[in-house]
Nanobody, 118 residues
């Protein structure tokens, strides 16, 4: 059974940092999947935050997080990370992990809440 489990969310003050993790299980070859982080704020559509290629050599970021967030993956641990620095109140959202196969099959985690507030 394929499963993605996010962790690391919580409440943080503006300017603070959090590191999200997404642990994958049940994937035959995790390294074959492109991984992404999305987020959805209340009343807004889900948006792409960052993605990383299957091998990890290519990354892409939303303009709103460039220079503050870093996506990485450890294929040996079947885990993808999102390091979030200089957090702003507008980063408040539920953050979701997504795995995308070469043939277009997508898998989603259940999400983890990030709240940036003083």
């Amino acid at each position: 059974q394929v499963q993605l489990v996010e962790s690391g969310g919580g409440l943080v003050q503006p300017g603070g940092s959090l590191r999200l993790s997404c642990a994958a299980s049940g994937f035959t070859f995790f390294s074959n999947y492109a991984m992404s982080w999305y987020r959805q704020a209340p009343g807004k559509e889900r948006e792409l935050v960052a993605d990383i290629s299957s091998i990890g050599g290519s990354t892409n970021y939303a303009d709103s997080v460039k220079g503050r967030f870093t996506i990485s993956r450890d294929n040996a641990k079947n885990t993808v990370y999102l390091q979030m620095n200089s957090l702003k109140p507008e980063d408040t959202a539920v953050y979701y992990c997504r795995a995308l196969s070469d043939w277009g099959r997508a898998y989603w985690g259940q999400g983890t809440q990030v709240t940036v507030s003083s």
